[in-house]
Nanobody, 126 residues
Framework: QVQLVESGGGLVQAGDSLRLSCVAS????????MAWFRQRPGNEREFVSN????????KHADSVKGRFTISRDYAKNTLYLQMNSLKPDDTAVYYC???????????????????WGQGTQVTVSS
């Protein structure tokens, strides 16, 4: 059974940085696409970034491009999201997601991912 455990959220000020981590376990993730989504109060879960686990290819939403960077440590089965220049609008619960069948290049919606972490709260004050 695949398990995803996020950590690293917190309360920061606008302009600060945070790094989220997601430890994955349960099987080999070589064929997986992993992603970060976020959900703001009253909104749907929205795509932030994804990465093709084996190759390291990644995509980012326009709203975070240039500020957030997704990466992975293949040996540690850990996914990261480095968030710089944080804005109050980035306040949300951030979720790690994984799927072994989805096509990385078009996997931008939450219903395409089978496995989810519990979420970690990021709050950015102005």
């Amino acid at each position: 059974q695949v398990q995803l455990v996020e950590s690293g959220g917190g309360l920061v000020q606008a302009g600060d940085s945070l790094r989220l981590s997601c430890v994955a376990s349960g099987e080999s993730f070589s064929r997986y696409t992993m992603a970060w989504f976020r959900q703001r109060p009253g909104n749907e879960r929205e795509f932030v970034s994804n990465i093709k686990w084996s190759a390291g290819w990644s995509k980012h939403a326009d709203s975070v491009k240039g500020r957030f960077t997704i990466s992975r440590d293949y040996a540690k089965n850990t996914l990261y999201l480095q968030m710089n220049s944080l804005k109050p609008d980035d306040t949300a619960v951030y979720y790690c997601a994984a799927d072994g069948k989805v096509a990385w290049a078009t996997a931008f919606t939450y219903d395409q991912y089978e496995y989810w972490g519990q979420g970690t709260q990021v709050t950015v004050s102005s």
